[in-house]
């Protein structure tokens, strides 16, 4: 399963991640970018730390999980 994580500083200066499953791909940097700007710019979320006033980074990952089988 693939994530799309966005990460945000919060007031307090700690860093607050939204994370987004399974993400239309391929993922356009300026998309990303304009998203997180509008994210803070509307106060969308807040945190512990207060609103998120900072992009700091956003990254996909992917993890993969095997079942196994017990008898």
Do not use: C, H
């Given at each position: 399963?693939?994530?799309?994580?966005?990460?945000f500083?919060?007031?307090?200066?700690?860093?607050?991640?939204?994370?987004?499953?399974?993400?239309?791909?391929?993922?356009?940097?300026?998309?990303v970018?304009?998203?997180?700007?509008?994210i803070?710019?509307?106060?969308?979320?807040?945190?512990?730390?207060?609103?998120?006033?900072?992009?700091?980074?956003?990254?996909?990952?992917?993890?993969?999980?095997?079942?196994?089988?017990?008898?």
């Amino acid at each position: 399963m693939k994530n799309l994580e966005l990460k945000f500083k919060n007031v307090d200066g700690k860093i607050v991640t939204l994370s987004l499953e399974e993400p239309i791909e391929p993922i356009d940097p300026v998309e990303v970018n304009l998203v997180m700007d509008e994210i803070i710019a509307a106060d969308a979320f807040t945190s512990k730390g207060g609103g998120l006033v900072e992009k700091y980074s956003a990254q996909i990952t992917e993890r993969y999980v095997q079942e196994i089988e017990l008898t």
